[in-house]
């Protein structure tokens, strides 16, 4: 497993184990969760763009949503 991969999976899996709370906690059918959604393709282009936060959920409910930020102008460099 490369170095990327490792650290992204211990954030995901290892919090609860770390914690000694994975028979109460988790990202699983009928446990209270806590975790962010990223406005990524992969882990890579989290961290390479310091994605932006597009979701939080605390025990299983949303604390905020939003939409993917759009560019609302379009700029054609090759018009004159």
């Not at 109460?24 to 932006?52: H, M, Q, T």
Request: charged letters at 30%; aromatic letters at 10%.
């Amino acid at each position: 497993m490369n170095p990327l991969h490792l650290c992204m999976w211990s954030i995901r899996y290892n919090g609860a184990n770390i914690m000694r709370v994975n028979d109460e906690y988790g990202i699983e059918a009928g446990k209270p969760a806590n975790f962010i959604v990223l406005d990524a393709k992969d882990a890579y282009e989290a961290i390479r763009e310091r994605s932006e936060v597009l979701a939080s959920i605390r025990n299983g409910e949303y604390l905020f949503k939003r939409e993917p930020r759009k560019n609302e102008i379009e700029i054609d460099f090759l018009k004159q």
